[in-house]
């Protein structure tokens, strides 16, 4: 179990370096239409609760994750605006703070779905 976890973990950096990525890349990823509903807020706080949720999951949902998340969030939004090809929003940051809030209240509440994700990898039943 414990090598599952550490690709769990290699996963989880590899969010965070795709989150980098797509915050500082001069070309926009266009996300799907929403109706008009702030299609790239709903981007922001998905991939943010994503991660959140990925990492609360492996590190017991503890309250300095959260907030360490949210910060790369802020920190993020004024490298965006120092760029000179990307701008800065205060809604990015309050959408990717929502989306910490949302992944953390997740993993909390379920907080074993990674030890149920491992078992089943696992499971003898699985190598047959």
């Not at 949210?70 to 605006?81: A, D, K, N, S």
């Amino acid at each position: 179990m414990r090598t599952i976890r550490t690709v769990w973990r290699v996963v989880g950096v590899g969010g965070v370096g795709l989150l980098l990525y797509l915050s500082l890349t001069p070309r926009v990823v266009a996300l799907p239409p929403t109706g008009g509903v702030g299609g790239d807020k709903i981007g922001h706080a998905a991939a943010y609760a994503v991660l959140m949720f990925w990492w609360a999951q492996l590190d017991s949902c503890k309250p300095r994750l959260a907030t360490a998340l949210i910060l790369l969030g802020v920190v993020l939004e004024f490298l965006q605006g120092a760029t000179g090809y990307r701008s800065f929003d205060f809604g990015d940051m309050a959408a990717n703070a929502t989306g910490v809030i949302l992944g953390w209240a997740m993993s909390c509440a379920m907080p074993n779905v990674v030890q149920l994700v491992d078992a089943q990898l696992a499971s003898p039943r699985r190598r047959e």
